[in-house]
């Protein structure tokens, strides 16, 4: 079997970081590349008024035209070294007031970047504050209305309750008084006449003419029924079946 192909393993390379410079700091280096070329020609220049010098000895030990040839040369070279070295000294001080103009740019960016910085850390604190303040000044809040709406509802309470007391009362009131008219209804009775013993005594003596005779004045009597019966009525509504029977015993006695 063949062994499977070993991967292959890329390692990333890190991607590296772009230093930015600033422009003090290229302001800078033009200031040490133009120094040191001034110093360059300074060497240049002194080089130079040595060779004038020399040129200058050899002219007083022997005036040739050869010799001042010479220090005609020399001088010449010498002005013209003197003239770069103003030129680059002029650079090298326009470079120096552009590195602290430069410098001054730089501050001006580091304060601004500070100042957005420190901005944006207050803005974040803030920002976190808030959630923080919001939630305490919800729960503070939440507890002062919680509190106020409590009263409010322990005073519709105690309104409610009062109304519902006196409903109750006056229900009760009202009760006791039907209580009291059906207990006395209950204990009144019914005046009636033993209207049924006569009749019984009539029916048992049915040979005795004159006994029989003196019937109707009895059922004379036995006709004024009706208007117990009313009276009876008014008193005790519950008894009316026993009243309709004494009535039926009345008319059964008429007969």
Do not use: C
Not at 168 to 173: I, M, N, Q, S, V
Not at 201 to 230: D, E, G, M, Q, Y
């Amino acid at each position: 079997m063949k062994k499977p192909a070993k991967k292959k393993i890329v390692k990333k390379v890190a991607a590296k970081k772009t230093v930015k410079t600033t422009a003090a700091q290229n302001a800078a280096k033009k200031v040490i590349a133009l120094q040191s070329k001034l110093t360059a020609q300074a060497k240049i220049l002194g080089a130079s008024r040595e060779k004038i010098s020399q040129a200058k000895a050899k002219l007083a030990d022997k005036a040739t035209p050869a010799t001042r040839r010479v220090l005609t040369a020399a001088r010449k070279g010498f002005k013209t070294t003197n003239i770069k070295i103003k030129s680059l000294q002029d650079d090298v001080k326009t470079a120096k007031s552009s590195l602290r103009l430069a410098q001054l740019a730089d501050s001006v960016a580091a304060a601004e970047a500070s100042a957005k910085a420190t901005l944006a850390a207050t803005e974040a604190k803030l920002a976190a504050k808030v959630v923080s303040d919001l939630a305490a000044a919800v729960k503070k809040f939440q507890e002062r209305w919680t509190k106020i709406r409590s009263a409010q509802n322990a005073k519709k309470m105690k309104a409610v309750s009062k109304k519902l007391a006196a409903k109750l009362k006056a229900a009760e009131k009202k009760a006791a008084a039907k209580a009291k008219a059906e207990i006395t209804k209950a204990k009144a009775t019914p005046k009636t006449k033993k209207a049924p013993a006569k009749k019984a005594v009539a029916k048992n003596l049915p040979a005795k003419k004159a006994v029989a005779k003196k019937a109707p004045a009895k059922k004379a009597v036995t006709k004024k029924a009706p208007a117990k019966k009313v009276v009876a009525k008014k008193a005790v509504a519950r008894k009316a079946p026993v009243k309709k029977t004494l009535a039926k015993k009345t008319s059964a006695a008429k007969s």
